[in-house]
T-cell receptor, first 112, second 114 residues
Framework: AQSVSQHNHHVILSEAASLELGCNYSYGGTVNLFWYVQYPGQHLQLLLKYFSGDPLVKGIKGFEAEFIKSKFSFNLRKPSVQWSDTAEYFCAVTNNAGKSTFGDGTTLTVKP | DTGVSQDPRHKITKRGQNVTFRCDPISEHNRLYWYRQTLGQGPEFLTYFQNEAQLEKSRLLSDRFSAERPKGSFSTLEIQRTEQGDSAMYLC????????????FGDGTRLSIL
């Protein structure tokens, strides 16, 4: 069965701190990996994605993620967070049959 | 890009009633997904369509749930004989036709069962 695990349910950081959110997935075949973000009062939107090529992918607003196949991981990073990064972050995988599985999300609170 | 539109935004109904939700995807997107999300959880996959064909359906979906996309454009999700446990946010998303394409989400329909 396909599953996604996000290790941190709630992360609280001060502005300018570095961020790393963990994501591990379980699936035996080829996967397409995504991070989505949901800002307060808004709908889910894409932050970044990986499906092939360079395992280090860059997304919007200075976010990046690294796909490590041997660890089944796709961790999200940002070197210096801002107050406006306060949001909920979801890791997701889509297999080649089109089925998508999301993690339970990590709520990030950035203190000014 | 006018975005994914869902209607209604909120639905309150009594247990045992039937409800139907509508989703209008981004016009050039041929894939359409339905999810259910409860507090503290991520979106839970229910089903998806490629054009008008329903290609994948979660085993978690009971016989009370049905989805259609008759002309490959808008979709409806119907829940029959609603139960308390059906209270959730129902999300719709659309994408271009490959698995690596990102999904574009609507604002969701919040269902409350009295």
């Amino acid at each position: 069965a396909q599953s996604v695990s996000q290790h941190n349910h709630h992360v609280i950081l001060s502005e300018a701190a570095s961020l790393e959110l963990g994501c591990n997935y379980s699936y035996g075949g080829t996967v397409n990996l995504f991070w989505y973000v949901q800002y307060p009062g808004q709908h889910l939107q894409l932050l970044l994605k990986y499906f092939s090529g360079d395992p280090l992918v860059k997304g919007i607003k200075g976010f990046e993620a690294e796909f490590i196949k041997s660890k089944f991981s796709f961790n999200l990073r940002k070197p210096s967070v801002q107050w406006s990064d306060t949001a909920e972050y979801f890791c997701a995988v889509t297999n080649n049959a089109g089925k998508s599985t999301f993690g339970d999300g990590t709520t990030l609170t950035v203190k000014p | 890009d006018t975005g994914v539109s869902q209607d209604p935004r909120h639905k309150i109904t009594k247990r045992g009633q039937n409800v139907t939700f509508r989703c209008d995807p981004i016009s050039e997107h041929n894939r359409l997904y339905w999810y259910r999300q409860t507090l503290g959880q991520g979106p839970e996959f229910l089903t998806y369509f490629q054009n008008e064909a329903q290609l994948e359906k979660s085993r978690l979906l009971s016989d009370r749930f049905s989805a259609e996309r008759p002309k490959g454009s808008f979709s409806t999700l119907e829940i029959q004989r609603t139960e308390q446990g059906d209270s959730a946010m129902y999300l719709c998303a659309s994408s271009m036709g490959q698995e690596y394409q990102p999904q574009h989400f609507g604002d969701g329909t919040r269902l409350s069962i009295l």
